[in-house]
């Protein structure tokens, strides 16, 4: 007896049911009713019957079937469920129901939440990277270099990693000033310059070529520690 009942379990199958429908629903405007009747509706498709009737989704739910009837109006009107006509290989034409339009308001509903997650992470990465700066040059930054902290962000591209590198190079050469530190970022986005590691090796390389260069006898005398002029470049 055992046995049987657990083959026909297995050969029943399951429904897969996204866990971002579950999450999201409610932001679909949908109530559990209607959520038990796609559900139903993705059964049925799987089964082989894309177009159930108020009376079948009756036989499987606590409502009338009038009440089925409503619901799956419902659905259609919130653009959650499509009634398509189609038509097989002789030309005769019948109707069937899709879920393409729940999975598409799906999508769209949670690529609108990651957007608003990385504009939240990225204004939350600016006003970091604000402090620091106020912290580094000791003082609050003015309406102007505020701005350009944003442009470097916002038109430039630069990820706060390396803005924040560019600082410490700034820090480093001795010229904390904002004419500087666009100037290094300008010269590793031109080398093509987009990541921590990257922009360390060019920082090397960078203050080699420095090295190299041929000094006055008292100016190597006088200068204790050694600065990197990026403006030369």
């Known amino acids: 007896m055992y046995p049987s009942i657990l083959t026909k379990w297995l050969e029943a199958g399951a429904l897969s049911i996204p866990k971002l429908l579950m999450h999201h629903y409610r ?15 993705q059964t049925f498709i799987e089964e082989g019957s894309s177009f159930p009737t108020p009376d079948d989704l009756a036989s499987r739910m606590s409502l009338a079937s009038v009440e089925c009837s409503k619901c799956l109006n419902g659905l259609i009107k919130k653009g959650c469920l499509a009634l398509e006509k189609r038509s097989d290989e002789e030309g005769v034409i019948y109707e069937q129901f899709s879920l393409s339009p729940l999975w598409e308001k799906l999508a769209e509903l949670v690529a609108r939440e990651i957007k608003q997650l990385e504009e939240k992470r990225g204004q939350e990465e600016e006003m970091t990277l604000y402090r620091l700066f106020e912290r580094e040059f000791s003082r609050p930054l003015s309406p102007i270099e505020g701005e350009t902290l944003s442009m470097w962000i916002d038109q430039d591209q630069h990820t706060p990693e390396l803005i924040k590198a560019a600082l410490r190079e700034a820090v480093i050469s001795g010229k904390l000033n904002f004419r500087y530190i666009d100037r ?5 986005k031109k080398n093509g310059v987009t990541t921590l590691d990257q922009a360390k090796k060019y920082g090397e390389k960078f ?5 190299n260069r041929p000094q006055d006898a008292p100016r190597a005398k006088a200068n204790v520690i050694p600065t990197y002029n990026w403006l030369d470049q």
């Open 27 to 41: 932001q679909l405007s949908l109530d559990e009713q209607e959520l038990v009747a796609l559900l139903h509706i």
């Open 184 to 188: 290094i970022l300008f010269e590793w």
């Open 207 to 211: 203050r080699t070529r420095q090295d």
